[in-house]
C-alpha cells in the first residue's frame, strides 16, 4: 500500500464544475505539496502545505493534519486546467537529517467545454 | 530565462551504453533534485544535493551516479543502461530544504524523456 494515496484515479468534468481532488497519507509528515502535470509532461509546483488553507487563483489547498489529509479545490473548472494532479508529503528520511518526498500516483483531471 | 532546463530533452540509446543528463537551475536556489517518472505515472525522488552537499539518496542502482559541479548545476551519469531505466527524468530545485526552515515550492524542469533499446 503507498502511503499516499489519492483520489478519484480519474475526474472528468463539465466546464464551470467545482472540482476536489484527495489526498490521504499514513504517515507524520512535515510538508505536502500539490504539483501539476500537462499532457506535455511539464510538471509544475502548485503549492506547498504544512497546515491550514491556500489560495492560489482559482485553486484553494487544505490540509488537516490530525486526519492526514489534503485536498485540492478548483473553482469554476476550465478545458485548461486538464492536467494529472499530483500529492507529494515529504517524510524525514530514517538515519538523521535527511528528508524524503513521497508521491501519490496522481489524478488525471479532464474538463470538458 | 527558463528557470530550470534540462539537457538533452529526448535520450534514445542502446543498452550498456553511458549517458549523462544535465540540468542546470538559474533561480540562485541552494537545493536541486532528481525524480524518475515510470511507465506507471509514480514520481519517485532519486537524489537531492544542497550547496554541492548530497542530501538524499535514495535506493537507485549504483550506476546511477549525480554530480553537482555547483548549486547551479545537477547532473546525473547513468552507466551500463537497462531497458528498466527507460523512463521520464525530471530536475528540479527549491530554495533551502528543510534544516528549520520550510520549502516553499519546488521548480521542475522539462524533464528528460529516456528510451534504451
Excluded at chain 1, 484515479?9 to 504517515?27: D, H, K, P, R, W
Excluded at chain 2, 536556489?29 to 535514495?58: A, C, G, P, R, V
Amino acid at each position: 500500500k503507498n502511503e499516499v494515496e489519492q483520489s478519484p484515479q480519474n475526474l472528468t468534468a463539465q466546464e464551470g464544475e467545482f472540482i476536489t481532488i484527495n489526498c490521504s497519507y499514513s504517515v507524520g509528515i512535515s510538508a505536502l505539496h500539490w504539483l501539476q502535470q500537462h499532457p506535455g509532461g511539464g510538471i509544475v509546483s502548485l503549492f506547498m502545505l504544512s497546515s491550514g488553507k491556500k489560495k492560489h487563483g482559482r485553486l484553494i489547498a487544505t490540509i488537516n493534519i490530525q486526519e492526514k489529509h489534503s485536498s485540492l479545490h478548483i473553482t469554476a473548472s476550465h478545458p485548461r486546467d486538464s492536467a494529472v494532479y499530483i500529492c507529494a508529503v515529504r517524510t524525514r528520511a530514517s538515519g538523521g537529517s535527511n528528508y524524503k518526498l513521497t508521491f501519490g500516483k496522481g489524478t488525471l483531471l479532464t474538463v470538458n467545454p | 530565462d527558463t528557470a530550470v532546463s534540462q539537457t538533452p530533452k529526448y535520450l534514445v540509446t542502446q543498452m550498456g551504453n553511458d549517458k549523462s543528463i544535465k540540468c542546470e537551475q538559474n533561480l540562485g536556489h541552494d537545493t536541486m533534485y532528481w525524480y524518475k517518472q515510470d511507465s506507471k505515472k509514480f514520481l519517485k525522488i532519486m537524489f537531492s544535493y544542497n550547496n554541492k552537499e548530497l542530501i538524499i539518496n535514495e535506493t537507485v542502482p549504483n550506476r546511477f551516479s549525480p554530480k553537482s559541479p555547483d548549486k547551479a548545476h545537477l547532473n546525473l551519469h547513468i552507466n551500463s543502461l537497462e531497458l528498466g531505466d527507460s523512463a521520464v527524468y525530471f530536475c528540479a530545485s527549491s530554495q533551502d530544504f528543510g534544516r528549520g526552515r520550510w520549502v516553499e515550492t519546488q521548480y521542475f524542469g522539462p524533464g528528460t524523456r529516456l528510451l534504451v533499446l
